[in-house]
Protein backbone atom coordinates (compact mmCIF):
# COMPACT_ATOMS: atom_id res chain seq x y z
CA UNK A 1 0.00 0.00 0.00
CA UNK A 2 1.00 3.41 -0.92
CA UNK A 3 1.34 6.72 1.53
CA UNK A 4 -1.11 8.31 -0.14
CA UNK A 5 -3.45 5.51 0.24
CA UNK A 6 -2.70 5.04 3.87
CA UNK A 7 -3.15 8.96 4.65
CA UNK A 8 -6.30 8.74 2.70
CA UNK A 9 -7.50 6.23 4.41
CA UNK A 10 -6.86 8.47 7.30
CA UNK A 11 -8.44 11.60 5.80
CA UNK A 12 -11.47 11.59 8.25
CA UNK A 13 -8.90 11.65 11.41
CA UNK A 14 -6.64 14.38 9.69
CA UNK A 15 -10.05 16.70 9.42
CA UNK A 16 -11.04 16.28 13.29
CA UNK A 17 -7.92 17.01 14.13
CA UNK A 18 -7.54 20.20 11.62
CA UNK A 19 -10.92 21.46 13.06
CA UNK A 20 -9.97 20.68 16.60
CA UNK A 21 -6.94 22.70 16.06
CA UNK A 22 -8.81 25.56 14.42
CA UNK A 23 -11.00 25.48 17.41
CA UNK A 24 -8.51 25.38 19.93
CA UNK A 25 -7.07 28.72 17.67
CA UNK A 26 -9.66 31.05 17.85
CA UNK A 27 -11.05 29.87 21.54
CA UNK A 28 -7.10 31.60 22.79
CA UNK A 29 -7.98 34.27 20.16
CA UNK A 30 -11.43 35.18 21.71
CA UNK A 31 -9.83 34.71 25.20
CA UNK A 32 -7.10 37.38 24.43
CA UNK A 33 -9.10 39.50 22.47
CA UNK A 34 -11.33 40.12 25.93
CA UNK A 35 -7.75 41.24 26.97
CA UNK A 36 -7.04 43.76 24.12
CA UNK A 37 -4.54 41.12 22.83
CA UNK A 38 -4.10 39.42 20.01
CA UNK A 39 -2.20 36.40 18.43
CA UNK A 40 -0.05 37.88 15.75
CA UNK A 41 -0.16 35.92 12.22
CA UNK A 42 3.48 34.58 12.65
CA UNK A 43 2.59 32.92 15.35
CA UNK A 44 -0.62 31.33 14.08
CA UNK A 45 1.51 29.94 11.04
CA UNK A 46 3.68 28.87 13.83
CA UNK A 47 1.13 26.77 15.78
CA UNK A 48 -0.29 25.34 12.51
CA UNK A 49 3.13 24.32 11.38
CA UNK A 50 4.20 22.84 14.49
CA UNK A 51 0.83 20.77 14.43
CA UNK A 52 0.86 19.65 10.47
CA UNK A 53 4.66 18.12 10.91
CA UNK A 54 3.75 16.72 14.25
CA UNK A 55 0.66 15.02 12.64
CA UNK A 56 2.57 13.77 9.43
CA UNK A 57 5.64 12.73 11.65
CA UNK A 58 3.21 10.57 13.34
CA UNK A 59 1.63 9.50 9.91
CA UNK A 60 4.90 8.75 9.09
CA UNK A 61 6.33 6.58 11.61
CA UNK A 62 2.37 4.63 11.88
CA UNK A 63 3.01 3.85 8.20
CA UNK A 64 6.55 2.37 7.85
CA UNK A 65 5.61 0.39 11.56
CA UNK A 66 2.79 -1.34 9.25
CA UNK A 67 3.69 -1.39 5.90
CA UNK A 68 5.75 -5.10 5.88
CA UNK A 69 2.22 -6.15 7.19
CA UNK A 70 0.30 -3.99 4.11
CA UNK A 71 2.37 -5.73 2.01
CA UNK A 72 1.45 -9.23 3.11
CA UNK A 73 -1.88 -8.20 2.18
CA UNK A 74 -1.32 -7.30 -0.96
CA UNK A 75 0.61 -10.39 -2.13
CA UNK A 76 -2.86 -12.12 -0.68
CA UNK A 77 -4.73 -9.60 -2.55
CA UNK A 78 -3.34 -10.79 -5.62
CA UNK A 79 -4.95 -13.61 -8.49
CA UNK A 80 -1.89 -15.86 -7.91
CA UNK A 81 -2.26 -15.81 -4.42
CA UNK A 82 -3.04 -19.53 -2.46
CA UNK A 83 -5.17 -19.95 -0.15
CA UNK A 84 -2.24 -21.47 2.60
CA UNK A 85 -0.53 -18.38 2.32
CA UNK A 86 -3.28 -16.64 4.79
CA UNK A 87 -1.32 -18.67 7.79
CA UNK A 88 2.01 -16.76 6.56
CA UNK A 89 0.53 -13.23 8.04
CA UNK A 90 2.65 -12.31 10.90
CA UNK A 91 4.01 -8.89 12.16
CA UNK A 92 0.56 -7.43 13.35
CA UNK A 93 1.13 -4.29 15.05
CA UNK A 94 -2.16 -2.72 15.84
CA UNK A 95 -5.14 -4.72 17.64
CA UNK A 96 -7.42 -4.21 14.28
CA UNK A 97 -4.33 -6.12 12.33
CA UNK A 98 -4.33 -9.10 15.14
CA UNK A 99 -7.54 -9.50 15.10
CA UNK A 100 -7.26 -10.04 11.34
CA UNK A 101 -4.60 -11.95 11.98
CA UNK A 102 -6.92 -14.70 13.78
CA UNK A 103 -9.70 -14.36 11.54
CA UNK A 104 -7.50 -15.25 9.00
CA UNK A 105 -6.37 -18.32 10.48
CA UNK A 106 -8.99 -19.29 11.90
CA UNK A 107 -11.25 -18.92 8.50
CA UNK A 108 -8.60 -20.82 6.99
CA UNK A 109 -8.65 -23.29 9.67
CA UNK A 110 -12.95 -23.89 9.09
CA UNK A 111 -12.48 -23.91 5.90
CA UNK A 112 -10.20 -27.14 5.95
CA UNK A 113 -12.13 -28.65 8.37
CA UNK A 114 -15.46 -28.11 6.17
CA UNK A 115 -13.63 -29.37 2.87
CA UNK A 116 -12.80 -32.31 4.83
CA UNK A 117 -16.03 -33.36 5.56
CA UNK A 118 -17.62 -32.44 2.22
CA UNK A 119 -14.06 -35.25 0.87
CA UNK A 120 -14.97 -37.46 3.35
CA UNK A 121 -18.73 -37.59 1.80
CA UNK A 122 -17.49 -38.11 -1.43
CA UNK A 123 -15.59 -41.01 -0.64
CA UNK A 124 -18.58 -42.66 0.68
CA UNK A 125 -20.50 -41.46 -2.21
CA UNK A 126 -18.18 -42.83 -4.61
CA UNK A 127 -17.65 -46.18 -2.51
CA UNK A 128 -21.62 -46.46 -3.11
CA UNK A 129 -21.44 -46.19 -6.42
CA UNK A 130 -18.66 -48.36 -7.32
CA UNK A 131 -20.51 -51.43 -5.10
CA UNK A 132 -23.14 -50.34 -6.20
CA UNK A 133 -22.34 -50.68 -10.50
CA UNK A 134 -20.59 -53.99 -9.59
CA UNK A 135 -23.59 -55.39 -8.10
CA UNK A 136 -25.87 -54.14 -10.94
CA UNK A 137 -23.02 -56.06 -13.55
CA UNK A 138 -23.84 -59.35 -11.93
CA UNK A 139 -27.86 -59.73 -13.05
CA UNK A 140 -26.87 -57.77 -16.59
CA UNK A 141 -24.70 -60.78 -16.99
CA UNK A 142 -27.28 -63.25 -15.92
CA UNK A 143 -29.56 -61.81 -18.32
CA UNK A 144 -26.87 -61.60 -21.14
CA UNK A 145 -26.27 -65.51 -20.91
CA UNK A 146 -30.24 -66.58 -20.86
CA UNK A 147 -31.13 -64.56 -23.75
CA UNK A 148 -28.25 -66.44 -25.60
CA UNK A 149 -29.97 -69.66 -24.40
CA UNK A 150 -33.24 -68.90 -24.98
CA UNK A 151 -32.25 -67.58 -28.28
CA UNK A 152 -31.28 -71.26 -29.61
CA UNK A 153 -34.22 -72.73 -29.07
CA UNK A 154 -37.10 -70.07 -29.88
CA UNK A 155 -38.97 -68.90 -33.00
CA UNK A 156 -38.63 -66.03 -35.08
CA UNK A 157 -41.32 -63.88 -32.70
CA UNK A 158 -39.30 -64.87 -29.95
CA UNK A 159 -36.47 -64.39 -31.06
CA UNK A 160 -36.95 -60.89 -32.69
CA UNK A 161 -37.96 -60.14 -29.04
CA UNK A 162 -35.04 -61.90 -27.55
CA UNK A 163 -32.77 -59.37 -29.81
CA UNK A 164 -34.49 -56.47 -28.46
CA UNK A 165 -34.19 -57.76 -24.91
CA UNK A 166 -30.35 -57.73 -25.46
CA UNK A 167 -29.91 -54.52 -27.54
CA UNK A 168 -31.44 -53.19 -24.26
CA UNK A 169 -29.70 -55.13 -22.05
CA UNK A 170 -26.31 -53.91 -24.10
CA UNK A 171 -27.13 -49.84 -23.13
CA UNK A 172 -27.95 -50.83 -19.16
CA UNK A 173 -24.06 -52.35 -19.30
CA UNK A 174 -22.68 -49.84 -21.18
CA UNK A 175 -24.59 -47.42 -19.02
CA UNK A 176 -23.23 -49.09 -15.68
CA UNK A 177 -19.59 -49.09 -16.73
CA UNK A 178 -19.65 -45.37 -17.98
CA UNK A 179 -21.34 -44.16 -14.57
CA UNK A 180 -18.16 -46.79 -12.52
CA UNK A 181 -15.53 -45.44 -14.75
CA UNK A 182 -16.62 -41.52 -14.05
CA UNK A 183 -16.42 -42.22 -10.25
CA UNK A 184 -13.20 -43.91 -10.75
CA UNK A 185 -11.76 -40.80 -12.59
CA UNK A 186 -12.42 -38.93 -9.12
CA UNK A 187 -9.05 -41.31 -7.97
CA UNK A 188 -7.74 -41.60 -11.44
CA UNK A 189 -3.80 -41.55 -10.11
CA UNK A 190 -5.08 -44.80 -7.78
CA UNK A 191 -5.94 -46.50 -11.02
CA UNK A 192 -3.23 -46.29 -13.08
CA UNK A 193 -0.57 -48.87 -14.59
CA UNK A 194 1.13 -47.47 -17.75
CA UNK A 195 2.81 -50.27 -19.76
CA UNK A 196 3.43 -50.96 -23.22
CA UNK A 197 0.02 -52.06 -25.06
CA UNK A 198 -0.69 -53.46 -28.53
CA UNK A 199 -2.80 -50.99 -30.14
CA UNK A 200 -4.12 -53.16 -32.78
CA UNK A 201 -5.03 -56.24 -30.27
CA UNK A 202 -7.11 -53.39 -27.77
CA UNK A 203 -9.09 -52.12 -30.89
CA UNK A 204 -9.80 -55.44 -32.21
CA UNK A 205 -11.09 -56.69 -28.88
CA UNK A 206 -13.03 -53.62 -28.36
CA UNK A 207 -14.85 -54.56 -31.84
CA UNK A 208 -15.95 -57.68 -31.00
CA UNK A 209 -17.45 -56.73 -27.98
CA UNK A 210 -19.68 -54.72 -30.58
CA UNK A 211 -19.94 -57.07 -33.06
CA UNK A 212 -23.60 -58.34 -32.35
CA UNK A 213 -24.49 -54.71 -32.81
CA UNK A 214 -22.50 -54.15 -35.69
CA UNK A 215 -24.65 -57.22 -36.99
CA UNK A 216 -27.80 -55.31 -35.54
CA UNK A 217 -27.37 -52.44 -37.60
CA UNK A 218 -25.30 -53.78 -40.88
CA UNK A 219 -22.45 -51.72 -39.86
CA UNK A 220 -18.92 -53.56 -41.16
CA UNK A 221 -16.43 -52.64 -39.03
CA UNK A 222 -12.88 -52.20 -40.66
CA UNK A 223 -9.26 -52.02 -39.31
CA UNK A 224 -6.55 -50.55 -41.27
CA UNK A 225 -2.74 -50.79 -40.73
CA UNK A 226 0.98 -50.53 -42.26
CA UNK A 227 2.08 -52.95 -39.16
CA UNK A 228 1.70 -56.44 -37.47
CA UNK A 229 2.01 -54.24 -34.31
CA UNK A 230 1.76 -50.67 -33.03
CA UNK A 231 3.10 -50.42 -29.49
CA UNK A 232 2.46 -47.41 -27.33
CA UNK A 233 3.20 -46.37 -23.49
CA UNK A 234 -0.16 -46.36 -21.96
CA UNK A 235 -2.74 -47.78 -19.62
CA UNK A 236 -4.71 -50.55 -21.20
CA UNK A 237 -8.08 -50.54 -19.25
CA UNK A 238 -8.28 -46.67 -19.64
CA UNK A 239 -7.65 -46.96 -23.53
CA UNK A 240 -9.79 -49.51 -23.99
CA UNK A 241 -12.33 -47.74 -22.13
CA UNK A 242 -11.20 -44.78 -24.75
CA UNK A 243 -11.54 -46.34 -27.51
CA UNK A 244 -15.06 -48.50 -26.63
CA UNK A 245 -16.46 -45.11 -26.30
CA UNK A 246 -15.29 -43.76 -29.47
CA UNK A 247 -16.63 -47.27 -31.27
CA UNK A 248 -19.87 -46.99 -29.21
CA UNK A 249 -20.15 -43.76 -30.52
CA UNK A 250 -19.75 -44.46 -34.19
CA UNK A 251 -22.13 -47.51 -34.05
CA UNK A 252 -24.96 -44.81 -31.67
CA UNK A 253 -25.09 -42.42 -34.34
CA UNK A 254 -24.31 -44.82 -37.53
CA UNK A 255 -27.83 -46.93 -36.92
CA UNK A 256 -30.33 -44.30 -37.58
CA UNK A 257 -29.19 -44.14 -41.20
CA UNK A 258 -30.76 -46.96 -43.88
CA UNK A 259 -28.29 -49.59 -45.37
CA UNK A 260 -25.09 -50.86 -44.93
CA UNK A 261 -22.68 -48.08 -43.07
CA UNK A 262 -18.87 -48.84 -42.38
CA UNK A 263 -16.69 -48.50 -39.20
CA UNK A 264 -13.03 -47.93 -40.29
CA UNK A 265 -10.12 -47.88 -37.63
CA UNK A 266 -7.32 -46.86 -38.80
CA UNK A 267 -4.07 -47.40 -36.83
CA UNK A 268 -0.58 -45.33 -38.29
CA UNK A 269 2.69 -44.68 -36.28
CA UNK A 270 5.07 -42.29 -37.15
CA UNK A 271 8.71 -41.40 -35.23
CA UNK A 272 7.05 -39.39 -33.06
CA UNK A 273 3.64 -40.52 -32.31
CA UNK A 274 1.13 -42.98 -32.85
CA UNK A 275 -2.66 -42.47 -34.36
CA UNK A 276 -5.75 -44.29 -34.35
CA UNK A 277 -8.74 -42.63 -36.11
CA UNK A 278 -12.31 -44.34 -36.01
CA UNK A 279 -14.31 -42.85 -39.31
CA UNK A 280 -18.30 -43.64 -39.53
CA UNK A 281 -20.61 -43.14 -41.75
CA UNK A 282 -23.34 -42.04 -39.56
CA UNK A 283 -25.41 -38.88 -39.35
CA UNK A 284 -22.19 -36.53 -38.30
CA UNK A 285 -22.50 -33.50 -36.06
CA UNK A 286 -23.57 -30.05 -36.93
CA UNK A 287 -20.52 -27.46 -37.28
CA UNK A 288 -22.05 -24.83 -34.84
CA UNK A 289 -22.09 -28.42 -32.45
CA UNK A 290 -18.42 -29.09 -32.85
CA UNK A 291 -16.75 -26.51 -30.38
CA UNK A 292 -18.81 -27.64 -27.52
CA UNK A 293 -18.50 -31.69 -28.33
CA UNK A 294 -16.47 -32.63 -25.62
CA UNK A 295 -18.42 -30.71 -23.22
CA UNK A 296 -20.15 -32.65 -20.23
CA UNK A 297 -23.64 -33.21 -20.98
CA UNK A 298 -23.70 -31.33 -24.26
CA UNK A 299 -25.88 -33.43 -27.11
CA UNK A 300 -26.26 -31.05 -29.55
CA UNK A 301 -28.43 -31.79 -32.59
CA UNK A 302 -27.65 -35.70 -32.22
CA UNK A 303 -29.15 -35.80 -28.74
CA UNK A 304 -32.64 -34.53 -30.36
CA UNK A 305 -32.55 -37.45 -33.35
CA UNK A 306 -31.16 -40.25 -30.76
CA UNK A 307 -32.66 -40.97 -27.75
CA UNK A 308 -29.66 -42.93 -26.06
CA UNK A 309 -27.54 -39.68 -26.42
CA UNK A 310 -26.13 -38.70 -22.64
CA UNK A 311 -23.51 -35.83 -23.70
CA UNK A 312 -21.05 -38.05 -21.62
CA UNK A 313 -19.00 -40.21 -23.86
CA UNK A 314 -16.89 -37.88 -25.56
CA UNK A 315 -16.29 -35.66 -22.36
CA UNK A 316 -14.97 -38.64 -20.28
CA UNK A 317 -12.86 -39.49 -23.44
CA UNK A 318 -11.37 -36.04 -23.39
CA UNK A 319 -10.84 -36.07 -19.92
CA UNK A 320 -9.03 -39.62 -19.82
CA UNK A 321 -7.16 -38.58 -22.39
CA UNK A 322 -6.37 -35.30 -21.49
CA UNK A 323 -4.65 -37.12 -17.93
CA UNK A 324 -2.98 -39.77 -19.94
CA UNK A 325 -0.94 -37.46 -21.60
CA UNK A 326 -2.91 -38.25 -24.65
CA UNK A 327 -4.69 -36.24 -27.65
CA UNK A 328 -8.73 -35.98 -28.91
CA UNK A 329 -10.14 -34.67 -32.17
CA UNK A 330 -13.03 -34.48 -33.95
CA UNK A 331 -13.80 -33.71 -37.37
CA UNK A 332 -17.62 -34.03 -38.72
CA UNK A 333 -19.95 -33.69 -41.56
CA UNK A 334 -23.48 -33.25 -41.01
CA UNK A 335 -25.27 -36.27 -42.42
CA UNK A 336 -21.63 -37.71 -44.02
CA UNK A 337 -19.61 -39.26 -40.89
CA UNK A 338 -17.69 -38.46 -37.72
CA UNK A 339 -13.87 -39.09 -37.99
CA UNK A 340 -12.69 -39.23 -34.10
CA UNK A 341 -7.86 -39.50 -34.28
CA UNK A 342 -6.57 -40.63 -30.69
CA UNK A 343 -2.82 -39.50 -30.87
CA UNK A 344 -0.75 -41.01 -28.44
CA UNK A 345 2.70 -39.78 -28.03
CA UNK A 346 5.40 -41.77 -28.45
CA UNK A 347 7.65 -40.01 -25.87
CA UNK A 348 4.68 -39.25 -23.29
CA UNK A 349 5.00 -42.47 -20.52
CA UNK A 350 3.74 -40.79 -17.06
CA UNK A 351 6.12 -37.50 -17.57
CA UNK A 352 3.24 -36.24 -19.54
CA UNK A 353 0.24 -37.36 -16.77
CA UNK A 354 -1.14 -34.50 -14.83
Not at 74 to 82: I, P, Q, T, V
Not at 104 to 121: C, F, G, N, P, T
Not at 218 to 246: G, H, S, Y
Not at 280 to 297: S, T
Amino acid sequence: MKFKHFAADRIGYLAVYLANLLLVVLVVELDLLGQHVSLSRDNMLYIALLSVVGITLYLVVDYIRSRPFRRQLDRLSASDAELEDALLLHGAVTREQQAMQRIAVDSYRKYIERLDHYKHQQEHHQTFVRQWVHQMKTPVSVIDLLVQQADQSGGEQTKALLASIQEENERLAHGLDMMLHTARLEKFELDLHIKRVELIQAVRSVINEHKKACIRYRIFPKIETDADAVWAETDEKWIVFVLNQLVTNAIKYSKPKEGVKTLNVSIRETEGECRMIVKDEGIGNAEQDLPRIFDAFFTGENGRRVAESTGMGLYLAKQVCSRLGHRLEVSSVLGEGTSVTLIVPRQAGIHALH
